[in-house]
């Protein structure tokens, strides 16, 4: 059974940068694709990036694109998500999950997902 373990959450700045970083262990296919997703208070679990385990082909949603950044480090199976130019929207908690296959970055397709770790932005 996959589990994922997320880290690099904590308080920020407006205009701050966090990295966060996503270890998998117990894959059973190398076809998968892992993604980013947060959850304010109130609000419904939404994705922030995607990416896949073959190609590395990434999607983002519009609100961070041009300020954050997903990688994947295949030799330490962990997927990092970098967050630059924080705003106090981006404050959630952020989730890593995993989808064996090719989908979309859509929640309700992931059945592997992490603990979670919050992030706060404020000043």
């Known amino acids: 059974q996959v589990q994922l373990v997320e880290s690099g959450g904590g308080l920020v700045q407006p205009g701050g940068s966090l990295r966060l970083s996503c270890a998998a262990s117990?894959?059973?296919?190398?076809?998968?694709?892992i993604g980013w997703f947060r959850q304010a208070p109130g609000k419904e679990r939404e994705g922030v990036s995607c990416?896949?385990?073959?190609?590395?082909?990434?999607y983002y949603t519009d609100s961070v694109k041009g300020r954050f950044t997903i990688s994947r480090d295949n030799a330490k199976n962990t997927v990092y998500l970098q967050m630059n130019s924080l705003k106090p929207e981006d404050t959630a908690v952020y989730y890593c999950a995993l989808q064996y296959g090719i989908g979309l970055c859509k929640a309700s397709l992931f059945r592997s997902w992490g603990q979670g770790t919050q992030v706060t932005v404020s000043s």
């Open positions: 117990g894959f059973i296919s190398a076809v998968y694709v």
């Open positions: 990416i896949s385990s073959t190609v590395g082909s990434t």
